[in-house]
């Protein structure tokens, strides 16, 4: 079993920047694609950006699509969101997550271990 600890998250302008990181231990994060979505209040969980186990391969939703950047370096057993030109409706909270089986996945449903999440602000 993998824990998943994330953290970066915060208040910041519009246009602003913030990093999320994602901690892994208990297992190493290699063995795992990897994936961030997001809640905001009233609404469901979504996805945002999913990257494959080497790193090589990623996938955005549209939304974050040339603004949001995942990677990961699996020797710091850690995966990273960049998040620039932020917009108030990115405001959520953020949640990494493992999948076991999947290559790249957007849905929820495939993800097995979650972290505890991360709230963003974004004001404008």
């Known amino acids: 079993q993998v824990q998943l600890v994330e953290s970066g998250g915060g208040l910041v302008q519009a246009g602003g920047s913030l990093r999320l990181s994602c901690a892994a231990s208990g297992r190493t994060l290699s063995n795992y694609c990897m994936g961030w979505f997001r809640q905001a209040p009233g609404k469901e969980r979504e996805f945002v950006a999913t990257?494959?186990?080497?790193?090589?391969?990623?996938y955005y939703a549209d939304s974050v699509q040339g603004r949001f950047t995942i990677s990961r370096d699996n020797a710091k057993n850690t995966v990273y969101l960049q998040m620039n030109s932020l917009k108030p409706e990115d405001t959520a909270v953020y949640y990494c997550?493992?999948?076991?089986?999947?290559?790249?996945?957007?849905?929820?449903?495939?993800?097995?271990?979650w972290g505890q999440g991360t709230q963003v602000t974004v004001s404008s």
């Open positions: 990257i494959n186990r080497s790193g090589g391969s990623t």
């Open positions: 997550a493992a999948d076991v089986f999947s290559s790249l996945s957007s849905n929820t449903l495939t993800y097995d271990y």
